[in-house]
């Protein structure tokens, strides 16, 4: 094998993954090579039991990019080599529990198999535990809600971990770092206190998060000389993308294997850093280039970026001097100006509908992107671009799980099964569960008595048995609220019964019996978990008869994911505290952790099968750049905001203070400043790189009617104002 490591260097979209997977090619010469019978037999991007050649170590930033990359890598070599492919995080955690041993055996810690906490179970179980703290006002920061607060303290573990300072050092790096601003002396050492307690009582039960595992693998692990040797003898090589989102515990790991012997290649974009604010540290990664011997710059520019990049920077971060006499952006950037938001998204949507049908574009080459894409647009757009015919795709979108109906109502079924939840029925909502589950299947043409065929899937199923207004007839004539056990009574409870319908009250009558032999079942103990329940409920109603779209799938399987972790995390506690409620609890406490709009973890795998769709891509700025799509029109959103200079959403609570280059010194005013048009910077580079036709969509006006001032509006001035030419 070749013994010089590489670094790779260049923008978006200038080949990067593709030089990796030429690097990969040459490199896996060395791996023995599979047969063509356990080739095609063993899936492909994992290492083989009984490989007797060096593996590679593949890491993509992401998940998403993880799959993309070792499909790549896997039609470029014909699946005939072996490798692991996984994300940093991905690697850090397979490599804990792969090792617990070690780690109970250097810690002292209970033998037990370690459980991963997904981030809502973690903030539930540490509210709990801080509870006396949250309520004595200790852990409080004016203008901060207590689980704002929660979040905030276990995000400083996560941060302080994947920069590899202890835990014990947080108190001291937020006062250093802050300097007497956001907080108190007392508040930084209460948060480390209520740190260190929350980690000791997670290895206590076996619990891991995202803070507690990267401090064990750099902390522990990857100082144990067992492990080290383990690590050696399995990887000759490694090859990392996109390494400027790179957490800095990651260059400890580099470092490590290629002081081994083992042999690295690495792309690095300057105007990357998307997860920065998230953990990542993009100028530490950059070190790692000293430790490589060739050093390749991709000088290739794609999309707008050559054009007019610097033009656009210049203008946006430093307009007050950058500002050409008579400077027009050329033809390739048009402007798009209402007075409203309202009206921007109608006209936005109308440009984008004109362009489909005169076929100068296809919907799966455009993309809207916003610093915040808030409901408003996302269903505003998707509506008005339905009228034509033209679908939109949500990129990555976060929402809780009880903003879908069918959720809601299998959360309102368990209430009605178990017992002591009354208190967590209303009519509303056991209206909305009549009206989710109560579609029957009807046929055109069917008499009654007709057998159903051999595949009911293939029939049309009728919409909705039961509407909106017989379910609330029903529900306020037939739903009994009680605390205890809540009950539907017979249809026949309802005095004009007969003018709901047969077929309503067929449906109607079908729930309530099928409810009450779940409930026999539940009390006769011969109904397993509400796992279980909730998969009865599942094929009983919502896919027996129908296939589902995919979104509506993925909530379902997101739902029976967050449930069965949530069940295995619930049983864990009650074997090791042996003082936690019954079932009911349990139910009660799951169905609001739902309710309060928790964003529970995408489901895996995390993208849908087949083609991609042919559909317009909603996304906001992070996602967008996340997933390193390419799109021929871009459509910049509410252009003119000012959160295209914030980092919102995707930076943490003092997430500056953990990066290498500033431990120790103050974040000032001006680091805010200056972290801020950095960010802008990568972002206009980054999002020019992936497209060839720009839209600045701006309203004068935002949501909150307040005029936008953002840091593109000399962007909107010096384009070309596009007017449409079809008024409708």
Not at 161 to 179: K, Y
């Amino acid at each position: 094998m070749d013994s010089d490591s590489i670094w790779i260097v260049g923008a978006a979209r200038s080949g990067k993954t593709t030089r990796l997977i030429e690097q990969f090619c040459i490199w896996s010469q060395s791996v023995k090579p599979l047969s063509a019978k356990m080739s095609s037999r063993l899936g492909s991007g994992r290492r083989r039991i009984g490989q007797t050649g060096p593996a590679i170590l593949v890491l993509a930033a992401n998940g998403d990019n993880r799959l993309e990359l070792a499909d790549r890598i896997t039609v470029a070599t014909q699946g005939k080599y072996a490798f692991d492919s996984t994300t940093p995080f991905g690697f850090f955690e397979e490599e804990v529990i792969l090792f617990w041993p070690l780690l109970v055996q250097s810690l002292d810690l209970r033998a037990q198999f370690p459980l991963r906490l997904q981030p809502e179970t973690e903030l539930e179980l540490a509210t709990r535990l801080w509870r006396r703290e949250l309520d004595e006002g200790i852990l409080r920061q004016t203008g901060v809600s207590p689980n704002r607060m929660v979040r905030r303290t276990l995000d400083l573990l996560q941060l302080a971990a994947v920069s590899c300072r202890p835990v014990e050092e947080i108190p001291s790096i937020l006062e250093e770092g802050f300097a007497g601003e956001s907080g108190s002396t007392s508040l930084w050492a209460g948060m480390g206190e209520l740190l260190g307690r929350w980690r000791e009582w997670c290895l206590t039960r076996g619990f891991l998060t995202y803070g507690i595992i990267c401090e064990l693998y750099w902390r522990y692990l990857l100082q144990d000389t067992t492990y080290q040797q383990h690590l050696a003898d399995r990887y000759q090589a490694v090859i990392a993308d996109d390494v400027d989102d790179y957490p800095a515990i990651s260059r400890y790991l580099f470092e490590f294997m290629l002081d081994r012997g083992a042999v690295g290649a690495f792309a690095y974009n300057p105007d990357g850093g998307v997860r920065l604010g998230l953990g990542a540290d993009t100028e530490y990664m950059a070190g790692l280039e000293t430790r490589c011997n060739l050093v390749e710059n991709l000088d290739t520019e794609a999309g707008l970026a050559p054009e007019i990049g610097e033009v656009v920077v210049n203008l946006a971060i430093d307009s007050y001097i950058f500002y050409p006499l008579g400077l027009s952006l050329p033809g390739s950037v048009r402007s798009l100006q209402t007075t409203s938001r309202a009206q921007l998204l109608r006209e936005t949507a109308e440009i984008i509908a004109d362009a489909v049908k005169s076929k100068a574009v296809q919907p799966q080459e455009i993309a809207v992107i916003a610093p915040g894409m808030d409901a408003i647009a996302r269903y505003s757009l998707t509506e008005i671009l339905a009228r034509d015919s033209i679908a939109a795709e949500s990129l990555n979108d976060q929402r809780p799980l009880s903003s879908t109906p069918a959720i809601r109502a299998l959360l309102t079924l368990l209430a009605l099964v178990y017992p002591g939840l009354g208190r967590l029925l209303n009519r509303d909502a056991v209206a909305e569960m009549l009206i989710v589950l109560g579609t029957q299947k009807h046929h055109p043409g069917e008499t009654e008595g007709e057998e159903e065929g051999d595949n009911p899937k293939s029939k049309i199923p009728n919409p909705k048995s039961i509407d909106p207004v017989r379910a609330g007839l029903i529900a306020d004539h037939c739903f009994c609220p009680d605390l205890d056990r809540p009950q539907l009574l017979p249809i026949t409870a309802f005095p004009r019964w007969d003018r709901l319908g047969h077929r309503a009250a067929a449906a109607y009558e079908q729930i309530v019996a099928w409810i009450e032999e779940q409930r026999s079942q539940q009390q006769q103990r011969l109904l397993p978990s509400p796992i279980s329940l909730l998969d009865r409920a599942i094929q009983k109603f919502l896919i027996s008869d129908r296939y589902l779209p995919y979104d509506q799938l993925a909530a379902l399987r997101e739902l029976m994911e967050t449930a069965t972790h949530y069940w295995q995390i619930d049983g864990r506690m009650q074997r090791v505290e042996l003082t936690t409620g019954g079932n009911s609890e349990t139910i009660a406490r799951f169905i609001q952790l739902l309710r309060q709009g928790t964003v529970t973890a995408n489901p895996f795998p995390v993208r849908p099968d087949g083609a991609a769709a042919s559909a317009v891509t909603l996304a906001n700025i992070f996602q967008y750049r996340s997933s390193r799509r390419a799109h021929k029109w871009h459509f910049w959103l509410d252009a003119g905001s000012h959160l295209w200079l914030s980092g919102g959403a995707a930076t943490l609570f003092g997430a500056p203070l953990f990066l290498r280059s500033q431990l120790g010194r103050p974040w000032q005013t001006e680091d805010e400043t200056e972290a801020g048009e950095q960010r802008l910077r990568r972002i206009l580079l980054d999002l020019l790189s992936r497209c060839s036709l720009l839209y600045l969509c701006h309203s004068e006006l935002a949501v909150s009617g307040q005029e936008q001032t953002g840091p593109l509006l000399p962007l909107i001035h010096t384009s070309v104002s596009y007017q449409r030419s079809i008024d409708r």
